[in-house]
């Protein structure tokens, strides 16, 4: 994988998709600017996300974080809701057997 790139963006950029929070942004094939509208900082998500990855739980590789922007790794796939949609998920051995297992964490992309 390659270094990620200076979160920088030309005042005219556009967002090539968008979720509840933020807008995301290509800054090139390998990484992406994800930029929270609400302005909220981004630096414990980042930091949670990277601890995860340590457990070779599923997450982007983060870049740089700074305010409520983050450079993260670009994936491509279908999103979880809408291989759930699609009825593509299969349940993870590793899951959590409780009530209070996130759907995330309790499901695996079946491609």
Known sequence: MTDPPAAGLPPDAEPFAAGRDADVYALDDAWVLRRY????????????????????YPVPAVGEVSGPDMVIQRLDGPTLGDAAIAGRMVPSSTAPNTAAARPSSACLVAL
């Not at 900082?41 to 070779?56: G, N």
């Open 37 to 56: 509208r609400n302005g909220h900082p981004v630096r414990d998500e980042a930091d949670f996300m990277r601890h995860v990855a340590q457990y070779d």
